[in-house]
């Protein structure tokens, strides 16, 4: 996984402050691969509530000023049956716990 501790904790962070507990936080695609090189942070969100497209542009926002980095969310709720795309990003994910 291409991303420091500090880095993971600061995402886990603001996602909780802007997106409310309740939010499991996933990384996916190519910062994933520790043989590979640049890339943008893709992050799975699976929410208990929905997250708005205000809250998602906030996140989206934040965490690149922070990370310096592009970052791309999908975002699921929990009641909702996953689209195909959010069900392949979830299977090649890696869940982000505490740090």
Do not use: H
């Amino acid at each position: 996984m291409r991303l420091t501790i500090e880095q993971r904790r600061l995402i886990l962070e603001t996602v909780n402050r802007v997106a409310g507990e309740g939010v499991d936080v996933y990384l996916f695609g190519s910062r994933l691969d520790d043989g590979a090189k640049g890339g943008d942070v893709d992050l799975f969100l699976e929410a208990e509530r929905p997250v708005s497209f205000l809250q998602r542009a906030q996140l989206k926002w934040r965490l690149e000023a922070m990370l310096g980095l592009p970052v791309d969310l999908v975002c699921k709720t929990g009641c909702n049956d996953a689209s195909p795309f959010q069900a392949i990003a979830k299977s090649r994910a890696v869940k982000l716990g505490n740090c």
